[in-house]
């Protein structure tokens, strides 16, 4: 007979896991550089209003799938399609997605943890050299490193939701809030930090296109875990009494003040670093920033606190980059360990070895795919450029099945599933739920212009990314 569910202890653990899994390298990086090269201010209020209006819709009816099921994504689009075969594409694309993504960003946290590791042990000078990143990556401690991770990721999970992911995220949660505003407190009272701040707040509307709108959209998207079978997942862990609108409003709101308090560490840095810098000239990405950029503006504090303190203020860094991912790494690896209990009845244990076994296999592939191994480094030939597989696996399931994801538990929840069952699901926990503005609102919108703007991004991004044409 299958083990009672596990569930959250408490709705405070509940948050504080889905928040773990939402606030991730995404919030810390790519969104401070995204606002800052696409009209600050002006950036800000399209998220805003995207995490707003779009995604937050998505997330409750993910958490309400999973809820009502008590299942993993495949169980779930099953259980309430009626076993329909069509219905259960979506499901698997809920398992492979994010048992791919888990893989290429495990290999970039790897690389955190070895940046952090090198700091601590005062190589922060040895960061800030050009060369570096490029030797590091190909070196064989990487996958000393790799293991290292996997047992952590792996050993909070074999403890199970309660005593593992929310233990792990009531711990780490908090100290990576208090690292953030300790980071950021410390930045912004240096010299020239308030251009920094002005660049990253004043809006430029003129900077806005239909690019950067896009940008943002599929950027708010990442950032709330959408799309990739968590929510679906952590909803099934929710307890009824438990409001699920009430509760998504406060993961998203967490996710998006972790990335605009980010936003304030890193811009008065750069500025701090050099007043002069054109912004626009910063990499697009996430990568770049963090193992080429961001160590030679830490190495400049040392003109202010010495090399110890510099050192010191890196490593507080890289620690929070490395919680945060790790975070994001337990809630999206946590997805096929529940597929496989639920479908195949495994011991959570069991399902952990075969899940962390092809994984490494697929991570190590990942990561000797920036010239370690050339087969891997050159993999395929699209849209007129040759790319690693780490490329590939980062094209296909994060830049381009996310959205389509997405799409699909939207015309599922509403036409399939039926807007009154999810209306039902969303009031419990909830009475006042319904025949509020915010019932009208995600029944109206999850059946209309959601699913379109999905649908949209999705076909911009197949055309671009293998026919090399883009409509926007
Ligand atoms: N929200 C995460 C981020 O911003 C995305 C993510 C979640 C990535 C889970 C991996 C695993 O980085």
């Known amino acids: 007979m299958a083990a009672a569910r596990e569930h959250f202890g408490s709705r405070l653990g509940f948050i504080l896991a889905a928040a773990g899994s939402a606030v991730g390298i995404g919030n810390l990086v790519a969104f401070p550089v995204a606002a800052t ?26 958490l309400a799938l999973g809820r009502k099921t008590d299942k993993d994504p495949v169980g779930a689009y099953r259980q309430l399609s009626g076993g329909s075969r069509l219905w259960s594409l979506p499901g698997w694309l809920a398992l492979i997605t994010p048992f791919m993504i888990a893989v290429f960003y495990l290999v970039v946290t790897v690389w955190v943890l070895g940046y952090l590791i090198e700091t601590l042990t005062g190589n922060l000078d040895m960061l800030a050299t050009e060369a570096y990143f490029g030797q590091f990556i190909n070196s064989p401690v990487v996958f000393v490193y790799l293991v290292v991770l996997m047992l952590a990721i792996n050993g909070i999970l074999a403890l199970g939701v309660k005593d593992g992911i929310e233990r792990a995220a009531k711990t780490l949660m908090p100290t990576l809030f208090v690292m953030l505003i300790g980071l950021a407190t410390f930045v912004l009272m240096q010299e020239n930090a308030i251009l920094g701040v002005k660049y990253y707040l004043v809006p430029d509307f003129s900077k806005l296109n239909a690019e950067v709108v896009k940008n943002a959209m599929s ?11 968590i929510m679906i997942t952590y909803g099934s862990y929710m307890k009824r009494k438990d409001s699920i609108p009430g509760s998504a409003k406060v993961v998203a709101l967490t996710d998006t003040l972790v990335a605009f308090s980010a936003g304030l560490l890193i811009l008065p840095s750069i500025f701090h670093f050099n007043p002069q810098i054109d912004p626009t000239e910063l990499s697009d990405s996430s990568a770049g920033m963090i193992f080429l950029f961001l160590p030679k503006i830490f190495l400049a504090l040392q003109e202010n606190i010495g090399y110890l303190g510099a050192s010191i203020f890196a490593a507080v860094f890289f620690f929070l980059v490395l ?32 899940i962390a076994a092809v994984q490494l296999v697929l991570a190590i592939a990942c990561a000797v795919s920036f010239g370690m191994v050339d087969w891997f480094t050159n993999f395929i030939h699209l849209a007129g450029s040759d790319k690693s597989f ?46 509020s503005l915010s019932q009208k609102y995600v029944n109206f919108s999850l059946g209309s212009f959601i699913p379109l703007i999905l649908l949209l991004i999705f076909i911009n991004t197949v055309a671009i990314n293998f026919f090399g044409y883009s409509f926007i």
């Open 37 to 62: 090269k696409s009209g600050g201010g002006a950036f800000l209020l399209v998220y805003a209003l995207f995490v707003l209006f779009i995604c937050l819709p998505v997330m409750m009816a993910e």
């Open 219 to 229: 950027q708010a998207f990442f950032s709330l875990s959408l799309g990739m079978g």
């Open 323 to 354: 919680v945060a991912a790790l975070t994001s790494l337990v809630s999206i690896i946590e997805v096929p360990v529940a597929t496989l209990r639920d479908e195949r009845g495994m011991e959570r244990k069991k399902a952990i070895y075969v």
């Open 390 to 435: 780490f490329d590939l696996v980062e094209l296909i399931f994060y830049n381009t099945i996310l959205p389509l994801n997405g799409l699909l538990v939207c015309l599922f929840v509403i036409y399939k599933w039926k807007k009154s069952n999810l209306d039902l699901e969303l009031q419990e926990g909830d009475a006042g739920f319904m025949g």
